[in-house]
């Protein structure tokens, strides 16, 4: 927006305003309130005078403290903040970072943790259980092979009964080999 | 025989599922942290892409040959790297020792850089992500000190995560949330690498893969910011000039035998899981060619970014010097804008001299900003971090960008863990009633154990001494030992037929040549090169000292006697076992000459060993 007459009306009213809340006498007017030097930067000196007290003007310590205390009032009726609406001499105060109650990185940390400790429990039980099943079917297999043989001849632990059923058939591959081979 | 149906192992040898799992791991272990982070920073300081010329140059004669040296020899001797150099002569056994103490070394310290990872990635959940505000001094009354004269991002790293002390010496305390980062890394290494290859074999598909993605979004969202051309041009722009500086072919060398991560045990520790009828001199080139590619495509995001940060610096300098001068001269707003901003310098500079002089103008010069060029750590957590800040959706990039580091450096984790991992399975240090479980999680336990120390407040330095000195120096060393010894002690025609038996042809002449004299050769040049370069000047670090003149500028420190003693000893502790080991063996030798009850060592051969 452009800075005008109405504007510059405005922030007569707010210093009134601000004065007011200070000092919480409802003497001072927007008439009080005088404007020198305005640049087209849109820079300006400005004084408040005490018409109750013979047209003085009362101290820049007073009109910095007002000023201060109502600083954001001021901001938001320009819709401005305080990077871009400088008082020079006056420092703004600082507001503290919001900070939580727990840190919200421990939150993440407390879900990253558990994930990592749930997955190294879910490998170890696994592995724990393949080994009892390896264990059991190797006591099996073992049970099976001295039970074996005592009923049944066993040859490298398949029953030799397995095996002469497979002795009848011709294995094709060995038998293209041993025609390769020219006889001596 | 009996064989039991469950079990896929021949000779109780674990296996990888499928070859694509095999290439992924290796991948995984060459693609690091120093692909992001070293080459783009490289590439920048030596000429942009003139420095490609011979960073190819010793990819094609040392990067490769080396490579497939390593791979065949696991995959044909079919053990870890104490084993496979044991087996290969018992005066070489020191070699595996030398390569199984590195990657001990290097797994201690690589793992606190990834818990510094974790640590930025859980702080990414924030809004506003916590190193782009200062915190408030103790009164309230304004900024805290350290952070108004350096920046946010810098304090939030050197004094919220690491805790820095002034010096070296001076240790300060353990930082607990850096331990509990530490504990959750080591918890997922573990996790990973619980039971061999077996686990890894699954993650790596995920550690792997996933930072490509995420670069792939970062390449789009990269070259959309403004100030990314600049950046690229600033990368790439050739300067044929830098090649007749050695530094340049010294750093070129290095960079690719760090970056292929040779020399670890790793690889060998991978290839001895392969069938023995594996075409590894393929494996090889793919490997070596995917590191590389990687390397480049990661320089394009890197110098996005970085030409938007530079640009964005830029701009900010001049919209201060714009302030300044409007307000100096009362000038109507937005009268001054940025791209007559240096028509409306030279007017007033002409009409009102003293006054210009007076306001004392910051010169913007947009080189100067592209020119603070940063690599490592600092490229991560100082400037990467404050580029995310202005990016739009900070805190989504930050969690992507930390995520990527972390998984790149944890598939390297898991080559170095393997490198530690499988000589001890073969040495049988527990018996075998015990699983391997359990040898893994006393691995780990002991690494976090003593990777507490550099989670005290000097922490950071002692990584920065590890990471130069145990981990640059002995690699050369070994490799060079690695190559002479395949080339003249196994004899390269013996090696030869090995090879042929595995792949299936004949080495060409390109590796018989690479493999007896150019690699040595070359690996020599540059061992010497640096070990030169290192002796020429007193090893200094900079120290970040709150209490310093020159700050927020580090502090040039020279270390201590005590730590030089500690530099010299990790850098001589690998390469020692190499003599040591051939002295203990001649005189075992000796010993058992004198006994007459002598048996010649057998000849060893890849067929012989697999028939």
Redesign the interface.
Known sequence: YAWDANEEYLFKAMVAFAMRRYSSKSTTQISNVLLCNV?????FWFVVTDSSKNVTTVPGSEVEAAIRMNRNRINSAFLLSDKTLQFLKITS??S??VEPSTP??LI??GV??CL??A??LL??VA?IRQ?KT?NK?STERENLEEKGEVAVTVE??IPCEALDLKAGHINGVFAADDERFTSL | LAVSPEIPKEDGRPKWDNKFQYILSCIGFAVGLGNVWRFPYLCQIHGGGAFLIPYFIALVFEGIPLLHLELALGQCLRKGSIGAWNTISPYLRGVGVGSWMVSVLVSLYYNTILTWVMWYFINSFQEPLPWSVCPLNVNRTGLNEECYESTSVNYFWYRKTLNITPDVTESGTLQWWLILCLAACWAIVYLCTIRGIETTGKAIYVTAIFPYLVLTIFLIHGLTLPGATEGLVYLFTPNLNTLKNPRVWLDAATQIFFSLSLAFGGLIAFSSYNPPKNDCEKDAVTVAVVNCMTSLYASIPVFSVLGFKATTGYWDCLDRNIIRIINEFDLPEESIMRQNYTAWISFLNSSYPEKIDGLKLKSCDLQEFLDQSVSGTGLAFIVFTQAVILMPGSQAWAILFFIMLFSLGISSMFGNIEGVFTPLLELQILPKSIPKELLSGIICLICFLIALCFTLGSGSYWIDIFDSYAGSLPLLVIAFFEVIGVAYVYKIKRFSKDVKWMTGRKPNLYWQITWRFISPLLLLIVFVAFVTLQIQKPPSYAAWNPKYEGFPMKEEKVYPPWVQAICVLLALLPCVFVPLAALFHLIKQMRRRKDLSFVPSEVFSCQGANS
């Open positions: 640049t087209d930067r849109v820079s105060t600082l503290p970072p919200v990185w993440v940390f990253v943790l990592i400790v997955g190294i490998l170890v592995g080994g390896k079917q490298n632990g």
